[in-house]
C-alpha cells in the first residue's frame, strides 16, 4: 500500500472514531442523565486524536528509519567481493540502481545477476516492512480508539485536552518561524567555516582581488577570494540607489501626507503599493534594455564613457525600485507625529513648510532614519536589478560609469554551473552569503531599535 | 431689563471673597464677528454669531460641551483653516480688517493672534529653542543678544523664568504638566501677539498650576487681549471681565461676568449656571 | 507712553511683513518640490511599464505560416496505428506503440515540408538553395507535424493547410525588428531567404497570427520561435500551491499562537524581532539556504518545484505572520473580552470569535504574500534553476522552470532582437499575474474594511 493511500485510510479511520466518539459521548449522556464537561464534538475530536496521532508518529518513526534499516540490511547480503574496494559514491550509486530495479525500473544497461538478487532480496524486504507497518498502525489505532472510547465519561474534560493539542500545535507552528532562522545562521556557517579551512579569514575579508580561477586540473592554485572589490561594487551602487531613492521618496511622503488632497490620497497610495510589489526582474530588464543604453548616448552626448551596464545604471533603476519602499515607510513615520505639534507650530505663525522642516521632521527624525537604513539593506541586498544591469567585473575602482560586481551577483556567479559542494569557488558563496547576511541583519537590528525607541515617544 | 423689585439676589456662582478684578478692558473693539457661521462639511456647528472683543479685556466663553465654543475660538485666528472639512462664513475683523478676505495672510495674523491650547504641546526641543522659535520664525530678533532678551522676558512674564532659568537647554517636554503649559504660554507671547486665544488651558492641571495660570491671565491682561474658553464657570467668574455663553452653536448672551452669573437675562443661560445641565 | 508701544507694535509688525515674501516663496519651493518628487516618480514608473508594453505587445502576434502540406503515402510509409487487442497486457501495447513512434519519428517529415514552401513559392529548389528554404520554417516543426499525424492518422494521402511557425529570425525580419538596410553580412538571413520571406508575406501565406505558442509551448533551444512559457507556468503553479498550502497554514497558526496565546515575555519579543528580521532578509540568502540544506543534505532533486516551493514558503512565512499579527491586533479588545465574559475558552474565543473577524486581513496579507513569491527570481537560480529546461514537468519532483526564471533565460539569449520582444511578452504576462493577485487583494480589502 502507498504511502498516500495509508495515510488516507488512517484519516477514515480518524474519522470513523471521531463519528464513534461522538456518538458515544451522546450515549453516556443519556444514559447517565448528566450533563457532559464538553459537547459531543469535542469527545469526538479526542477519540480521532487518541486513534490517530500515535499511528502517525509511528508511520514517521518508521519511514525515516526503515529505509535506512533495508539498505544495511541489503548491503551485508551482496557478496563480499562485489563490495570490496568501493568508495562512498560508487556504493551510493550501487545502491540506487538496486533500489530501482527493486521497484521495477529500468536502470542502465540492465542489471547484474548480484544485482538483480540483490533487488529480489531488497524488493521482499520492503513488502515485509509495508505489511508490518500496516499491520502495526492498525493496531495502533484501534487500540487507540477502543481505550479512549472506553474513557469517555462526564467528567472526562475533552475540551481542555483537545484544545491543549490546539495549543501545542499552533506553537510548533511558531517554532518553525525560529527554526528558520537557525537553519540559515547554521548552514551558512558551516560551509562557510569550511570555506575558511581553505583561504584565511583574513584573506577573504580583507583581500583586494577577486578572482576564483575553476580549477579543472586541480591541484594549481585555487585563486583569489578577496572580499573587497565585491564589497565596494556593493556600496557604490546602493549608494547611487540611495541618493535616487531617498530624496524621492521622502518628498513623495511630505506632499502625500501634508499638500496631497484626499482624492490623490486615496488613488497614489495603491499605485504606490502596486508598484512596490513589481519583480525585480522587470526592473532589471527595464535597466538593461531601455536605461542602460540611454544613459550610454547620453554620456556620449555629454563625452564621458557610460557603459550600458554599470554600477549606475543598476543604481539609478535599483533607486527607483526602492522609492516606494521609502515613501510608505516615511509615510507612516510622519502620519504618526501628533497633530497637536503641528498646530503649537501653525498656531505661531509658520507656513507649512516651516512646521514640516522644523517641526515635525526633526520629530519623525528617528523613525526616519530608521526608514533609511532599512532601504539600504533593501539595496544592500538586492539581486536581480544588479545580475542584468550591472555588468560583472569585481575590480576595485571608483568609477560609476564602469561595470562591477556585487556581493550578491558573485553569490549567483558561483553557485551557478557544478555545484560541487567540496570546493572553494562553490563554499566561497556561502561566506558571501554570510557576509551579506550580517551586513543586512545589522541595519535591520539598529533601525527597527531605532524606531521602536520612536514609538515609544508616542506611546 | 430685569425689573423685579425683589433685591438683588446673590450671585449664583460665588466668587472668591475679598477678589475684585479690576478690568483693564478698553473701549477700542480689537476683533469682531459678525454673523459667523461654521460648517463641519454638512452639518452646521456654529449658527450666525455675532460678538466683539474688546481691547485688553478677559473674555471668557462658557457652555456645555460640544456647544461649539472652542470652534468659535479658532475661528478667530484661523486655525480651523487646518481641518479640511470645515467651512467658515461671515465676517472677522481684527483691527477693523476681515481676517477672512483673499488677500489676507494667515501667517501674520497669526503672529497678531496666539493660541494656547487645552493640552500643552512643548516641541520636542530645548526649552530655550521653543521659545526662541516664534521670534525666529518671523525674523523679530537680528542677533543673539536680543533673542536672549526675548526668551529671559518671555519666561518672566510666564512666572517661569525663576524655575528655569538654569535649565534653559533641556529639552520641554521634561517638565511639569503646569511648567509646559507655561512654556506654551512663554512661547505665544515670545512673539508679543495682541490678542491670546486660549482653548481650556487649565483643564489638563492640577489646581496648583491651575491658579498660577489663572494669575498668569490676570497679569497678561495689561497688556494683551485675551479670549479663553472654560468649563469652569468659578475660574470664568474669577478671571473674566465679560462672559459669552455658547448653547449647540448660538451665542445666547454676553455680558459683564457679574451681570451673567447674577442676572441671566436667557433661560438657558439661567440653567446652565444653576447646574440644570452641564 | 502708549505712543512708544503702538510704534513697537507697528515697528513688530512690520519686520514681520518683510520676512513675509521670502517665507512664502520659500513655501511654494517646497511644495513643488513634493509634487515634483512624485511626478519624477509616476513618470518613471510609467516609462517603465510603457517600454516593456510597447516591446512585448508585438510579440503577442507571430509570424505563422500555413502552407498546404500533402501526406504523401511514398514518403510517410508507416504501418498501421496499433490498437489496443483485446486480452493483451498493458506492457506489451506500450511495447508495441513505442516501436510505432520510433518509426514515426524516422520518417522525413522535413521533405513535406520542404514540398509544401516549394509549391507556395511556386519555385523549384536546388539542393544548394534547400537551406535557405529550411531557413524560413522554424525547425521543430517538423516534429509537431509528425505529432500531428500521429494523432490522426488519417490524414495519410490528404493535402491539408497546416499552421507553422516562421523561424525567429524570419519573424524578426518581416516585423521589421532588424534594420533592413543593413548588409548582408550583418544580417542572421540569407538574401534569398529574405526575399521569399517578404514574397510569402506579401501572398497572405505569412501571416501575424496570435502565438499561442508562448503559452502552449515549453522552452526550446533548437527552435527559439517555438519557445514558449507552458513549462515555466507549471513550474510556477506546483510552486505556487506549494508556498499556499504551507505557508498560509503555518503562517497563520504562528501568528494565532504568538499573538493571542505566548506570554508576553522576553522569549517571545525575541521572537518578534527574530520574524520582523527574516521577513528583511535578502531573498538570495533562501536560495543558499535552500541549496545547503534542501539539495545539498537533504538530496532533493536539483531545479524541482518542490525545493523552489519550500524555499518560497520560508521566504513568505515571516510576511503572512506580520500580516496575520497586524490583523489580529486591529480588532480591539472588548471583542474578546465580551467573548470570555460569557464563558468561552480562550481558544474558543479565538477561532469561533476574533479569527472570522481577521480573516479579511489574513487574506489580504496572505494573497499579497504570495504574489510576491511568484514573482522572486534569485534564490531559484540557486537552487538550480538557471538550467535550460524543455519540458513540463508533471510532478513538484520534476525539473522545471518558473516564470521569473525563464524571463532571466531568455534575456540572455542571443537572439537579442527575436528574444527581446519575447522577453517582453513574458514579463507582460508575469506582471498580468501579479496585478490581478493584488488588485484581488486590494478589492479584498476595500469591501471588507471594518471601521471599529
Excluded at chain 1, 266 to 294: H, Q, R
Aim: glycine share 6%; net charge neutral; with cysteine.
Amino acid at each position: 500500500m502507498s504511502n498516500i493511500a495509508l495515510i488516507a485510510t488512517l484519516l477514515v479511520i480518524m474519522a470513523l472514531a471521531y463519528h464513534l466518539g461522538l456518538t458515544r459521548s451522546r450515549a453516556v449522556a443519556a444514559e447517565h442523565d448528566v450533563r457532559m464537561h464538553s459537547r459531543p464534538g469535542y469527545y469526538g475530536a479526542l477519540v480521532a486524536l487518541w486513534c490517530g496521532l500515535p499511528a502517525l508518529a509511528l508511520f514517521i518513526l518508521w519511514s525515516l528509519l526503515a529505509p535506512q534499516l533495508i539498505d544495511m540490511l541489503v548491503v551485508q547480503q551482496l557478496p563480499p567481493e562485489l563490495v570490496a574496494g568501493m568508495n562512498e559514491r560508487e556504493m551510493a550509486t550501487l545502491l540506487r540502481r538496486i533500489t530501482a530495479l527493486a521497484n521495477e525500473r529500468n536502470v542502465a544497461g540492465g542489471g547484474s545477476p548480484e544485482e538483480l538478487a540483490a533487488a529480489a532480496h531488497m524488493a521482499r524486504l520492503q513488502t515485509f516492512q509495508n505489511t508490518t507497518l500496516i499491520a502495526l498502525m492498525a493496531v495502533v489505532a484501534v487500540v487507540g480508539l477502543v481505550l479512549a472510547r472506553r474513557r469517555v465519561s462526564p467528567q472526562w474534560r475533552a475540551r481542555n485536552h483537545v484544545e491543549k493539542v490546539i495549543s501545542i500545535a499552533l506553537a510548533s507552528c511558531s517554532a518553525i518561524a525560529i527554526f528558520t532562522t537557525v537553519g540559515i545562521v547554521l548552514s551558512m556557517l558551516g560551509e562557510a567555516l569550511k570555506f575558511f579551512s581553505f583561504i584565511s579569514p583574513a584573506e577573504f575579508f580583507f583581500g583586494t582581488t577577486w578572482n576564483p580561477r575553476f580549477s579543472t586540473s586541480g591541484t594549481d592554485a585555487q585563486g583569489e577570494f578577496g572580499l573587497l572589490p565585491l564589497l565596494w561594487g556593493t556600496m557604490m551602487v546602493s549608494i547611487i540607489a540611495l541618493l535616487v531613492a531617498i530624496p524621492v521618496g521622502l518628498m513623495t511622503a511630505i506632499y502625500m501626507a501634508e499638500y496631497a488632497p484626499p482624492w490623490l490620497r486615496s488613488v497614489a497610495k495603491p499605485i504606490i503599493e502596486v508598484l512596490a510589489g513589481i519583480p525585480t526582474i522587470v526592473y532589471g530588464f527595464f535597466a538593461l534594455i531601455v536605461i542602460g543604453p540611454f544613459l550610454s548616448s547620453l554620456g556620449d552626448v555629454v563625452g564621458i564613457n557610460i557603459r550600458t551596464t554599470s554600477a549606475l545604471t543598476a543604481g539609478l533603476v535599483m533607486g527607483i525600485m526602492i522609492i516606494p519602499f521609502v515613501s510608505s515607510l516615511s509615510d507612516d513615520i510622519i502620519t504618526q507625529v501628533p497633530k497637536s505639534l503641528r498646530d503649537g507650530a501653525l498656531g505661531l505663525g509658520a507656513t507649512k513648510s516651516e512646521t514640516i522642516r522644523q517641526v515635525v521632521l526633526p520629530a519623525a527624525l528617528p523613525g526616519i532614519v530608521g526608514a533609511f537604513l532599512l532601504a539600504a539593506s533593501r539595496a544592500i541586498g538586492e539581486t536581480m536589478i544588479v545580475v542584468l544591469a550591472a555588468g560583472n567585473n569585481p575590480v576595485l575602482h571608483g568609477n560609476p560609469f564602469e561595470a562591477v560586481s556585487t556581493i550578491t551577483v558573485t553569490i549567483v556567479n558561483q553557485l551557478t554551473g557544478d555545484m560541487d559542494f567540496a570546493s572553494p569557488q562553490s563554499l566561497v558563496a556561502f561566506a558571501l552569503g554570510l557576509t551579506l547576511f550580517v551586513i543586512t541583519l545589522g541595519l535591520n537590528v539598529i533601525a527597527l531599535v531605532v524606531v521602536r525607541k520612536y514609538r515609544q515617544q508616542y506611546e | 431689563m430685569n425689573t423685579s423689585t425683589e433685591p438683588k439676589t446673590s450671585p449664583m456662582v460665588s466668587v472668591g471673597a475679598g477678589e475684585s478684578r479690576t478690568s483693564k478692558a478698553t473701549d477700542t473693539v480689537k476683533m469682531s464677528a459678525q454673523n459667523v457661521k461654521v460648517f463641519y462639511g454638512a452639518s452646521q456647528a456654529i449658527n450666525g454669531i455675532d460678538l466683539d472683543v474688546y481691547e485688553n479685556e478677559v473674555l471668557a466663553f462658557i457652555g456645555p460641551s460640544g456647544c461649539g465654543k472652542s470652534t468659535f475660538l479658532r475661528c478667530l485666528n484661523r486655525m480651523n483653516d487646518t481641518i479640511d472639512i470645515c467651512r467658515v462664513e461671515g465676517k472677522i475683523t481684527l483691527d477693523d480688517k476681515d481676517i477672512y478676505a483673499p488677500d489676507r495672510d494667515v501667517v501674520l495674523l497669526r503672529a497678531q493672534v496666539g493660541i494656547v491650547f487645552q493640552k500643552p504641546n512643548p516641541f520636542p526641543k530645548s526649552i530655550y529653542e521653543n521659545i526662541a522659535y516664534g521670534p525666529r520664525l518671523h525674523g523679530l530678533a537680528k542677533r543673539k543678544a536680543e533673542l536672549d532678551d526675548i526668551v529671559e522676558s518671555s519666561l518672566r512674564r510666564a512666572g517661569l523664568w525663576d524655575e528655569v532659568k538654569d535649565r534653559l537647554d533641556q529639552p520641554g517636554t521634561g517638565l511639569s504638566g503646569g511648567q509646559q503649559q507655561r512654556l506654551c504660554i512663554a512661547r505665544t507671547v515670545a512673539v508679543s501677539p495682541d490678542v491670546i486665544l486660549m482653548d481650556e488651558p487649565c483643564s489638563a492641571l492640577d489646581p496648583i498650576a491651575t491658579a498660577k495660570v489663572e494669575q498668569l491671565i490676570d497679569e497678561l491682561s495689561e497688556s494683551y487681549t485675551i479670549v479663553m474658553v472654560t468649563h469652569n464657570m468659578q475660574q470664568a467668574a474669577r478671571v473674566a471681565d465679560r462672559t459669552a455663553f455658547f448653547h449647540m452653536g448660538d451665542l445666547v448672551e454676553v455680558d459683564s461676568t457679574d451681570e451673567i452669573f447674577t442676572n441671566p437675562q436667557d433661560q438657558r443661560t439661567h440653567d446652565y449656571i444653576t447646574g440644570r445641565f452641564g | 507712553m502708549s505712543i512708544t508701544i503702538e510704534q513697537r507694535r507697528q515697528h513688530r509688525l512690520t519686520t514681520i511683513e518683510n520676512s513675509l515674501a521670502r517665507r512664502h516663496r520659500q513655501e511654494k519651493r517646497f511644495r513643488f518640490a513634493g509634487l515634483a518628487a512624485v511626478v519624477i516618480g509616476l513618470t518613471l514608473v510609467t516609462i517603465l511599464f510603457i517600454s516593456i508594453l510597447m516591446r512585448g505587445v508585438p510579440a503577442f502576434w507571430q509570424s505563422t505560416l500555413y502552407p498546404e502540406i500533402y501526406f504523401d503515402p511514398e514518403v510517410i510509409q508507416l504501418d498501421e496505428k496499433p490498437e489496443r487487442a483485446s486480452g493483451e497486457s498493458q506492457a506489451a501495447f506500450d511495447e508495441r506503440y513505442t516501436q510505432w513512434l520510433i518509426q514515426a519519428g524516422m520518417v522525413n517529415w522535413q521533405s513535406l515540408i520542404d514540398r509544401a514552401m516549394e509549391e507556395a513559392l511556386g519555385v523549384e529548389v536546388e539542393p544548394r538553395q534547400l537551406r535557405d528554404l529550411r531557413a524560413l520554417v522554424a525547425s521543430d516543426e517538423r516534429f509537431s507535424l509528425r505529432d500531428q499525424f500521429v494523432e490522426n492518422p488519417s490524414l495519410l494521402g490528404q493535402t491539408v493547410e497546416v499552421k507553422m511557425l516562421a523561424a525567429a529570425d524570419v519573424d524578426v525580419w518581416i516585423k521589421g525588428n532588424i534594420d533592413r538596410s543593413l548588409p548582408d553580412s550583418r544580417q542572421q538571413l540569407s538574401a534569398q531567404t529574405r526575399e521569399w520571406a517578404d514574397r510569402l508575406y506579401d501572398e497572405n501565406v505569412i501571416r501575424n497570427s496570435f502565438s499561442t505558442s508562448l503559452f502552449l509551448n515549453t522552452d526550446s533551444r533548437s527552435s527559439p520561435a517555438s519557445a514558449g512559457l507552458a513549462g515555466a507556468f507549471m513550474g510556477s503553479l506546483f510552486m505556487m500551491l506549494i508556498v499556499i498550502v504551507l505557508s498560509v497554514p503555518i503562517g497563520v497558526a504562528s501568528a494565532i499562537y504568538l499573538e493571542e496565546f505566548a506570554p508576553k515575555n522576553r522569549l517571545t519579543d525575541l521572537v518578534e524581532i527574530n520574524i520582523n528580521n527574516l521577513a528583511a532578509v535578502p531573498s538570495i540568502v533562501f536560495g543558499l539556504l535552500g541549496a545547503s540544506i534542501f539539495i545539498g543534505y537533504l538530496g532533493l532533486p536539483l531545479s524541482a518545484p518542490l525545493v523552489g516551493g519550500l524555499v518560497l514558503t520560508l521566504m513568505t512565512l515571516p510576511t503572512i505572520i506580520i500580516a496575520t499579527r497586524a490583523s489580529l491586533r486591529s480588532i480591539p479588545p472588548s471583542i474578546r473580552q465580551a467573548a470570555l465574559g460569557i464563558g468561552a475558552s480562550r481558544v474558543q474565543t479565538v477561532f469561533h470569535h476574533v479569527l472570522p473577524l481577521a480573516l479579511p486581513g489574513i487574506l489580504t496579507g496572505s494573497i499579497l504574500g504570495v504574489a510576491q513569491a511568484l514573482g522572486e527570481t534569485a534564490p531559484l537560480l540557486l537552487i538550480g534553476m538557471n538550467a535550460f529546461v524543455s519540458n513540463v514537468p508533471a510532478t513538484p519532483l520534476d525539473q522545471s522552470a518558473a516564470l521569473p526564471v525563464q524571463i532571466y533565460l531568455w534575456q540572455g539569449n542571443e537572439l537579442r532582437n527575436f528574444f527581446e520582444a519575447r522577453t517582453s511578452a513574458a514579463i507582460i504576462v508575469l506582471l498580468g499575474l501579479m496585478l490581478s493577485l493584488n488588485a484581488l487583494a486590494i478589492w479584498l480589502r476595500k469591501k471588507f474594511e471594518t471601521r471599529w
